[in-house]
């Protein structure tokens, strides 16, 4: 190995991260990895099934997690933001804000502080479709493994939590900490959200009950989720018989998103299969503009198709709207049995697209972003990297690759620096 003159920053810890500091450190370079939220592997942490497989996508997880820990070439940062960067490649000052999470390292996950926390917050991990307590835990393997509390949901004058503490885990008094560092290349592995529906007026989502979006739909389905598994409408916790699914919820429009996030397809796909699993009576409409289930994805989308209780459905979506009893009606165009279709269903999916989680932000100079949000290259700064949907929206194989690759560009500028 040529000798080692500079550390690896990898900014965001989901699957592209992780994936690229371990790739990275793995050959011995240090590796430094942010990540924003209490714990890392991002998106994915929060689907049920992975297409095309159907495997559990924490599974896969926790093998890179097995990898992480004993790694002594990555240091990890969880709770923790770049405020700063600026330099050249090779020598790059940064700084990093740790966020407290009143929570140390104490921790043994044993559940006393939620028993006797009073206070209740929406759940991000959820998509606000249940809560947790104030001092709560992402999901139960969660990495690090470790309870944070939400300063902002707590009554301030509250500490039942630090009493029922046995391990003197938890500190109130916890503050921000600042790092600064100098590291040699930076890799972006910040991702995605998905694309805010509120902005799609005619699709009903926050208007109409019962339509919600296709993350929300990975909850429902997971069995650690709001409904533990059960095909449930959020309304009345009724059981869905039938769903819709509206593809292309803002993608490919000039209004929204112009581009396609090119898993949206496969993403309804995988989840009318869930639907159909949960509840063997559900009948679910796919309403598609046309099936993107590009190269070996072709097998999986044909296969799903063959259920005659999933009903393809190829037009645009014009209207939906609130039908009696909580149901909803989606009026679209069918454009291979010619005219127009009412349906009144039980649920809506809004098959939203990935947003760049950088699209808006406040960032350093030296970041370039396309004309989507998306995380360029750049020519004049070529420590500045980028990895998995970060660059542009992608499945999580191409995402892996695609971070092994910048793995290997950031050791590039290590040793040419
Ligand atoms: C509904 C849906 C279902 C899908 N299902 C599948 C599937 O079944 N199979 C498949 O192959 N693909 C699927 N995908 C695609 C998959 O979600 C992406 O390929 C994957 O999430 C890419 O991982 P990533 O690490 O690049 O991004 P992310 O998963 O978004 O991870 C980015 C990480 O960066 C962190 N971060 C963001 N900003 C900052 C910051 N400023 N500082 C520090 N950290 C930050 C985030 O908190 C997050 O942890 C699906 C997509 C959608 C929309």
Redesign the pocket.
Known sequence: MAEQKGKILV???????VSTALEAAEVGYDVIL????PS?????SR?Y???PKLCPPLCGLEINYKRLKPNPYIQTLTN???ESISGEPGKYQVKITTNPTFVNEKCVICDKCTEVCPSERESEHNYGLDKTKAIFIPHKMAYPARFTIDRDACDPSCSKCVEACEYDAIDLQMQPKTTDIEVAAIVY????K?YDANKIDNLGFGKVENVIN??MM?RIAHGQGPTQGQLLRPSDQKKADSIAFVQCAGSRDENHLPYC?A??C??SL?QARYARLANPDAKIYIFYIDIRSPGKYEDFATEIQKDENIIMVKGKVAKVTQGQGGNVVVEAEDILNGGKVSLEVDMVVLATG?ES?MKG?NLPDVVQLDENGFVAPNLQNHGILS????KFP????S?IQDSTGAALKAIQTVVGN
């Open positions: 900014i965001g810890g989901g699957i592209s991260g942010v990540e924003k939220n890392l592997g991002g998106r994915v689907f099934q992975y297409f923790s933001e770049v592995a910040t991702g995605w998905p296709n993350v990975e996030s898993v949206c496969l993403a995988k990935m989680s932000a990895a998995g949907v970060a992608g499945d999580v194989n995402s």
